[in-house]
């Protein structure tokens, strides 16, 4: 990059003078772009880089509010979630001449992630024209994060749609290549729930999947069940004990309920009372001491919660926070397990066993038991992973992940939509998108 015109802002000394020595003619401002942006009354041309990917958690203190307060003027409203790299494009975007243009590195999470919208609504409205390039292998093999590349031009323009390239893999070329896609920011909204991510697929893909979100009947699992995550209880070794705990210490059954406490302890369909047996007699800790407050403690109890181990647990940041310590609050028994980061497939378990589970599992309880008909029909089929693909997001390594709010979002369509629904197809759309996440042919056979 070394237009004698260009300017670069950079704030890692060492990283200015690499930029210094690589573009002799250009100017390099040293320090904080976002301090740089506001007070600079220079225009340009083109704008161009790889902003830095710092998440909501690391990017924090006057960096994050100076550019946060920044979009916020320019119209860009970010919730504090928002990594850095949004940001840093809306700043970017602003300070170039109507009719100028910009290409960025992206995260791959511009197709998934929640601010990834206001960012996308914040371009289309500032540009005439806006084009996302999806890379499927990775643009740099040493990082463990997926990038895209995202070009705008036409500064001070607007559009109705999003322009979308799908490539394999990147090669180098002088001008954004060819658009495979127009998306319309209409069906982006309101179909695609402001994502580009199912725009990988092919378009008979998305049409099954529109269709059957769209047909009569079809339901969102959060408009039947909660969703939530099971308990924190801040000391998990304190609170699960085994049968020999329990004998040993006194504690009556009353006080203690079967817990699942990972996915790979659940059998695949339906976790029974024989399974929580059987746990019981491996000498599992499956039992959480389930104790509230003002209750009268047995004098098992008592000793448990006077022991060394008790002292220790006591420390714990969530146990110092609640009152009395010893009571795990948000203990449920759900109707389904579901396992929320997954390689092949998301694991829905039916809880025969009145078990409950802490937070590495989520909860599913029905609010009417037809969402719980509909849903045991569907968790089989290639068109439940589908959905679970569509509305969960890669996490990298190969994995699925669920929140909560995504997994509310799971379609579940009426038996006869389900039965119409060309399985293969629906298959060969999970295989694509497991496929973008990197979930490979090996891992497959693996755990097959
Ligand atoms: C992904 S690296 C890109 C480095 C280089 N421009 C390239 O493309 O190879 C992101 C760079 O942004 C810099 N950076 C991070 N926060 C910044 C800020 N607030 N202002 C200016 N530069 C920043 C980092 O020091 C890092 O060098």
């Not at 849903?375 to 669920?402: D, N, V, W, Y």
Request: charged share 25%.
């Amino acid at each position: 990059m070394g237009h004698v015109k260009s300017v670069g802002v950079e704030q890692d000394p060492a990283s200015a003078a690499v930029a210094k020595a690589r573009a002799p003619g250009a100017l390099i401002h040293e320090g904080d772009f976002f301090q740089w942006a506001v007070h600079t009354e220079a225009r340009y041309d083109c704008a161009a880089g790889n902003p830095p990917f710092i998440r909501y958690q690391i990017f924090k203190g006057e960096v994050r509010k100076r550019a946060l307060e920044l979009c916020n003027q320019l119209g860009a409203n970010f919730s504090g979630l928002a990594s850095s790299w949004a940001p840093f494009l809306v700043a970017a975007g602003s300070l170039l001449k109507s009719g100028g243009r910009m290409a960025f590195v992206v995260p791959a999470e511009i197709g998934h992630a929640p601010y990834a919208a206001p960012l996308l609504e914040w371009l289309t409205g500032r540009f005439a024209r806006v084009q996302i390039v999806a890379v499927r292998e990775k643009l740099f093999p040493t990082l463990s994060e997926d990038c895209w590349l995202l070009y705008a031009e036409g500064q001070g323009g607007q559009t109705d749609h999003i322009e979308m390239t799908v490539l394999d893999r990147f090669k180098a070329c002088n001008a954004p290549p060819r658009p495979d896609l127009r998306i319309s920011m209409a069906d982006w909204r309101g179909i695609w729930n402001r994502r580009l991510r199912p725009f990988l697929m092919a378009g008979r893909h998305r049409e099954l999947y529109r269709a059957s979100i769209e047909a009569e009947g079809t339901r969102r699992l959060s408009e039947t069940a909660s969703v939530g995550i099971g308990y924190v209880s801040g000391a998990n070794s304190f609170f699960h004990l085994r049968r020999s705990d329990v004998a040993a210490w006194g504690i009556p059954r009353a006080l203690l309920q079967p817990a699942i406490r990972n996915g790979r302890a659940l059998p695949a369909s339906v976790l029974t009372k024989a399974d929580v047996t059987r746990l019981e007699q491996e000498d599992a800790p499956i039992f959480l001491l389930r104790l509230t407050r003002g209750m009268k403690l047995p004098a098992g109890v008592r000793r448990y919660l006077d022991s060394a181990a008790a002292q220790e647990a006591k420390t714990a940041y969530k146990c110092r926070m609640r009152d009395p310590w010893y009571a795990v609050p948000d203990v449920k028994t759900p109707d389904y397990f579901l396992t929320y980061m997954s390689g092949r497939q998301i694991g829905l378990v039916r809880n025969e066993a009145k078990a409950t589970c802490p937070n590495t599992l989520h909860c599913v309880s029905f609010r009417d038991a037809s969402g719980a008909t509909d849903l045991h029909a569907a968790r089989r089929t290639p068109f439940f992973q589908l959905s679970c693909e569509i509305e969960g997001h890669p996490l990298g390594g190969g994995m699925l992940k669920l929140e909560p709010r995504e997994a509310g979002r799971i379609a579940l369509p009426s038996a006869g939509t389900l039965s119409r629904l060309d399985a293969e197809l629906a298959g060969e759309a999970v295989t694509e998108l497991q496929r973008w996440r990197h979930y490979t042919a090996d891992q497959r056979r693996l755990r097959a």
